[in-house]
């Protein structure tokens, strides 16, 4: 390999020669094709669109700008594809669809899936949700009128309706029948859902085993040894833990009164786990659940100031410790070269743990039966990491300014804030979560101010009482 030269992998343009990253789109794949937009050579456009996923398409979307992507949306028409429309940024999809011709848009929705047109349409403004519920046949639109009625980000909501179920009294053969016969099977799907009379799922059956029976098999002899039923109410990061913990393919979906109303699959639920955990990154960082590369600069500046408006009240905090100190820094001018240090070590290491202690609330590994053991873990870690750093740190700072003592005092605040840091990276988001509020959101405020005051605080406060 390595020869640089570019390659087709699952029908991707790419490089290969080590510098691009794999399954992205290679820059002169997208060169090529906004230079057949600008010349208006529409098919040289669907020739080079053609070997891409429908997620590549949305990707290439979501890179260029608004201009570019309403030629290319143009000049494209009518090979734009519904699958397009569910791969898309929401912060660019109602933009896109705003864009399509009807007649477009009607073909584009009308081969989704029922939960791929749901997520289409739950966040647009009422005309477009029209425009597309009115593309779809009678069925299908009442089947996403029904889902949508569900709780936003439920079960009812992420599910499909289409599903295939078969009696639990059938055999092998009358199931493979069944589907041989059907003209509305499911684009996908992985079970047969046996049911009792009144639609109860009871069981699931693999394809897998389904065809590789003899014909006179019963199919509850064929059933999973796993089976989780999910309510329609139940919240999806829920339904998303579920699929990860017990390795679910997919589950069956019921009613209030336990019928089978859908099913949901595992790239469902995988795509809820990846946005809970971004929406973990971002909350994380202040900048807002529902932050991306696409979105304008007004509205990224009003979710991003709000959180610097709060860290702004707690640097002045911080700076109020610092000022009742203002005496033994004049006296000792080192004091304000050394306190950043002390207050970025602490900082770092603070967030170290809270990262961690975030995560494992958010896949449940961090619960009340081992909160203690990992706050006693962080505390330790804390104390030998500034026990570790606090002997290269005192010395050299003795070396350099000519003072062991200062050495000592930069070396002990050292220590108590990293054992500080530790401490309520883990405490402060286990206490949050415990009274309701979101982790992810409230504990970085929290921690940079409990790590900037105490920091500060031993540093300055043992200076004080050593050096004057």
Known sequence: MGTGEDQVEGGIPREDGGHERAYTLDRRAIAAILYAVDVGDRDKLIELMEPLHAADIADLLEQINAFDRGRLIRLYDREFDGDILSELDESIREEVIGM???????????????????????????????????????ADRVAVQQALTYPENSAGRLMQREVVFAPEHWNVGQA?????????????FYHIVLVDPRLHPMANVTLGKLMGAPRDTLLRDLTEEVFQVIPAE??????????????????????????????????????????????????????????????????????????????????????????????????????????????????????????????????????????????????????LNGLTLAVPLGTMTALIFGTPMLGVVIAAALIINLFVAALSGVAVPILLDKIGVDPALASGVFVTTVTDVVGFFAFLGLATVVLL
């Open 100 to 138: 399509l011709h009807p007649s477009v848009l009607a073909e584009a929705v009308r081969d989704l899936e029922s939960d791929d047109v749901v997520d289409l349409v739950e966040d647009l403004e009422a005309p477009q949700q029209a425009a597309i519920l009115g593309a779809l046949e009678a």
């Open 234 to 383: 139940q919240d999806e990061e829920d339904v998303a833990y579920a699929f990860n913990q017990y390795h679910l393919i997919s589950a069956p979906v019921v009613d209030a009164e336990g019928r089978l109303v859908g099913m949901i699959t595992i790239d469902d639920a995988m795509t809820v786990l990846d946005e809970e955990h971004e929406e973990d990154i971002l909350r994380l960082a202040g900048v807002g659940e529902e932050s991306s590369l696409s979105d304008r600069v007004i509205d990224t500046t009003k979710r991003r100031i709000p959180w610097l408006v709060v860290n702004l009240g707690t640097a002045g905090l911080a700076a109020l410790v610092i000022a009742q100190f203002e005496e033994t820094i004049a006296v000792l001018v080192a004091l304000a070269v050394l306190m950043p240090i002390v207050a970025s070590m602490g900082g770092n290491a603070g967030t170290q743990s809270l990262t961690v202690a975030v995560r494992a609330i958010a896949t449940r590994d961090l619960t009340r039966s081992n909160a203690w053991r990992v706050i006693r873990r962080e505390m330790l870690v804390g104390l």
């Open 176 to 188: 493979i029948d069944y589907l041989r016969s059907s003209e509305d099977l499911p684009g996908q």
